[in-house]
């Protein structure tokens, strides 16, 4: 007898479950760790958490999020600290709005979740500059991440910062605060060889200057094999269960498990499956991990230019279990949530049972806890790729398919798999804005970016004999450097000839050439050097020669990363004519302009420092180096709104003066590589792509709190050419929700924003095949099965539905297990 029993939590477990997420805030607790995991007031307890990066939202975001998160069945939120947007110049700090980082911890510590701190002050995560102020690479003498004074002055002098402000807000767990973990740089360890001994000493000093801080909670280090004590070392990766910790003394930590990836401009989406996801999950605990936190929870926005780079995308989704709007992200978030629940119910026996694991072989083993006191739990795991397996288990035989777990939180009852999904599945759709008729109701006014000043040369700010490194030269304060200068021809110069070729060695990544005021060519290149060439006319008298830089995020991740150079540096920039002679301008005079004038004039802003001077007269299509300005009513409602750039070229847009983000719907995805996902076998990024050939970001979010009723404004300034008479706002909802369960589960279907169930698509109580979208009647069913779904669920905000014979009718399938399809439109 094959014996597959998905039952359910009771709801009194689930009471138990629940009330055991929260924590009493306020009340001052001692966390410190043994071997096994960390200990709360001498307690060992399992830790789930979620990364939510608190500047990739809105504080006004942030309650609903984190509330998300707690509902999901998280007991922790983790996030790093962003240096660069704290202390945007030195000693100069900042914690205003998204920024306000006591506001996040002390939010999520009113929703009775605990909090992990990556202090970093590195932080890597897809951010500009890995985090880094771009100052401190201004600074003579400066080395990063490694035994250089300069450096571990300015890092010791933020962390403590950060460290100061979180006791003086009394945040630490012994306060009586959320804060139970801090960690100290990140991922080094990956990238520490070609930093030799002075990177190893710098590990060791960094140790002794956290230590040295007197947090009162455990430090940890992610990806640093030699951690020294008493800093515990972590695991990062899409899979954790053969991470061993450094010491006896370290619990298994995992403190990024990818819920997806990261998107680049011309990339594809990048996609997890929930099953994988739960499936590395339920193998970290089962293989004795005790703390695990998902990078990312919510992914969110990179707004303005926070961006990583290069090539970052504004949108930071990351195919969370929230997605970038803070929808929840279906089956993923309902998975993940079950999964979760069923690990807090078995809490006492992970982290106190004694452990014994029966191998199988062919990648199939049982696990069991069994603590002194209390229930013993197990686990049953199938990690051969392809193949379902029967396991026989304490007398009773369990199918555990192919990359999967099941989890048998009293040894018996095996009531979760991490390939079987009971949770509902939403299609998200984009609805047009309710408020008014777009795009046709919005009226776009324009303006000319003024380039003539940068055009005729030498009207910089400032002047070198080099061909200048731009973040060097910028302090990034702005995407754009121009670098000018003037060729004197003589025709009697022997590389003279009327038609020649510009060459331009750079290092990206975008460049726009113009000689004598005319622009001659663009490229964008996507990783290091690259040559431009473009054939130009030159006058026999003086020629001016302009190029314009530009930088999309600066690197965030690998070995010296912030050395990587960005712009024109050292060239050589050649003028070639008359059979390949070449001119060398590299060490003429440059004369260089830290961005753009429009900018400088805040043409964006609510209150720009001149009239922009606004015309609606002869709006021009695919122009470069124009601003565009159109006022719009907010759609109705709560939900989230994005705007539809599709039309536009590259550049950044602002809602009432605040920066979305850089959009570049021209940069499409490869028309190729995207199919079929198979959750089994070992993930990588690359497999379960969307987007191919498809824009790679053509929505930007526009969080509500950007929002006022009546006009609102949106400017964009577009630097490739685009056609802005195609833009127009939506929200995002829920448009069809679907489940697909086996007989005695239950599944719940719910609308999002107060919408209804309006109608049921599809409903087959039997064997019906597909998925959700595409779902098709097998050759038996219940002929109750419909009108009993619509009954209970048209017209609702949510329903229940049981896949049981009592309430859905009779099938004729026979003795096999019935199955229960259901595909309903959220209206
Ligand atoms: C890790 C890093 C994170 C993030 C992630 C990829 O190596 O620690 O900050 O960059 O990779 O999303």
Redesign the pocket.
């Known amino acids: 007898m094959v014996r597959i029993e998905m039952g359910h939590l009771g709801s009194g477990l689930l009471f138990l479950v629940l009330s055991c997420l929260s924590y009493s805030p306020s009340i001052a607790t001692q966390v410190s760790h043994d071997g096994r995991a960390l200990t709360i007031d001498g307690q060992r307890r399992l830790i789930l958490s979620g990364s939510i990066h608190y500047p990739r939202s809105t504080a006004e975001m942030w309650p609903d999020l984190i509330q998300k998160a707690k509902d999901g069945g998280l007991n922790a939120i983790e996030t790093?600290v962003f240096w660069n947007i704290h202390e945007p110049r030195r000693r100069e700090y900042n914690f205003q709005g998204n920024r306000d980082l006591i506001r996040f911890i002390k939010t999520v510590h009113q929703a009775g979740l605990y909090f992990i701190l990556r202090i970093g002050p590195y932080?890597?995560?897809?951010?500009n500059y890995?985090g880094f102020p771009v100052w401190l690479h201004q600074m003579e003498g400066i080395q990063f991440r490694t035994d250089n004074q300069i450096f571990k002055d300015e890092m010791q002098s933020f962390t403590a910062h950060i460290v100061n402000m979180i006791k003086e807000e009394n945040l630490l767990a012994h306060q009586g605060g959320p804060i139970i973990l801090t960690q100290i740089e990140?991922?080094f360890g990956?990238v520490m060889g070609p930093y030799g001994a002075a990177g190893k000493k710098y590990v060791e000093w960094c140790a002794k200057m956290a230590d040295s801080l007197n947090v009162g909670v455990p430090w940890i280090m992610?990806?640093q094999a030699d951690a020294p004590q008493p800093m515990i070392n972590t695991c990062?990766g899409f899979y954790c269960h053969n991470f061993k910790p450094n010491n006896a003394n370290s619990p298994k930590m995992w403190?990024?498990n990818?819920t997806g990836?990261?998107k680049k401009w011309g990339g594809r989406d990048p996609h997890r499956t929930a099953e994988d996801v739960s499936n590395a999950v339920a193998l970290f605990f089962k293989n004795g991990g005790t703390l695990q936190n998902y990078?990312?929870y919510h992914g969110g926005t990179n707004f303005g230019r926070t961006a990583?780079g290069p090539y970052i995308t504004t949108s930071y989704d990351?195919d969370a279990p929230l997605d970038e709007y803070g929808n929840l992200r279906q089956p993923k978030w309902g998975h993940l949530k079950a999964l979760h629940l069923v690990l807090l119910s078995m809490e006492n026996a992970l982290v106190n049972g004694d452990v014994t694991t029966t191998d199988y072989g062919h990648g199939a083993t049982a696990t069991m806890y069994k603590p002194a006191n209390g229930t013993a739990g197990c686990f049953l795991a199938n990690q051969n790729g392809t193949t379902d397996v029967l396991i026989t288990f304490q007398g009773l035989q369990y199918l555990v398919p192919a990359w999967s777990v099941s989890i048998l939180p009293d040894c018996k009852n095996n009531v979760y798999n991490t390939a079987k999904i009971q949770a509902q599945t939403s299609i998200m759709v984009k609805k047009p804005n309710a408020a008014e008729n777009e795009p046709a109701q919005l009226i776009w006014q324009w303006r000319a970016e003024k380039i003539k000043d940068t055009l005729k040369g030498q009207h910089g700010s400032f002047t070198s004999t080099q061909l200048l490194e731009q973040k060097m030269a910028t302090g990034d304060t702005s995407d754009y450097l121009w670098y000018m200068t003037s060729v004197h021809m003589s025709k009697s110069d022997p590389i003279y000839s009327k038609h020649m070729t510009l060459r331009v060695n750079t290092t990206g990544y975008v460049l726009h050439a113009f000689v004598n005021g005319k622009l001659v060519g663009s490229q964008l290149g996507k990783s290091g050097n690259y040559i431009f060439e473009a054939p130009v006319t030159v006058k026999p008298k003086k020629n001016d020669i302009t190029l314009l830089s530009a930088t999309v995020g600066l690197p965030?991740?690998g070995a010296f990363f912030d050395k990587d150079p960005a712009g024109i540096v050292s060239g050589p920039v050649e003028l070639v004519g008359n059979g390949n002679v070449s001119k060398d301008l590299s060490a003429s005079q440059w004369s260089y302009k830290i961005g753009l004038n429009g900018y400088a004039q805040e043409v964006y802003s609510e209150n720009p420092k001149h009239d922009p001077k606004w015309t609606t007269e002869a709006l021009p299509l695919n122009r470069r180096m124009t601003w565009y300005k159109t006022t719009f009513k907010p759609p109705l409602g709560e939900e989230p709104v994005v705007v539809d750039l599709l039309g536009m070229g590259k550049g950044e847009a602002w809602v009432n003066g605040q920066s979305i983000g850089r959009f570049w719907p021209t940069f499409k995805a490869p028309s190729d590589g995207c199919g079929n996902c198979d959750y089994r076998g070992t993930y990588d990024p690359n497999r379960c792509t969307t987007g191919c050939g498809e824009p790679t970001q053509r929505w930007y979010h526009v969080p509500r709190s950007f929002l006022r009723s009546g006009d609102n404004t949106l400017i964009l300034f577009e630097e490739m050419g685009g056609n802005p008479t195609q833009v127009n706002f939506q929200t995002v909802t829920v448009g069809t929700v679907c489940g697909m369960i086996t007989e005695r589960n239950k599944v719940e279907l719910s609308c999002q924003g107060g919408r209804t169930i309006s109608q049921i698509q599809f409903a087959s109580y039997g064997d019906p095949q597909g998925k959700c979208g595409s779902f098709k009647k097998g050759i038996c069913e219940s002929s109750d099965a419909f009108s009993a779904i619509e009954k209970a669920c048209v017209g609702k905000t949510s329903c229940s539905i049981s896949a049981e014979d009592t309430t859905l009718g009779w099938t004729t399938c026979g003795v096999v297990e019935n199955r229960l399809a259901v595909q309903a439109v959220c209206s």
């Open positions: 790093y932080a890597c995560a897809e951010w890995g990140n991922e990956n992610c990806q990062n403190t990024e990818w990836w990261f990078y990312m990583g990351y965030n991740y």
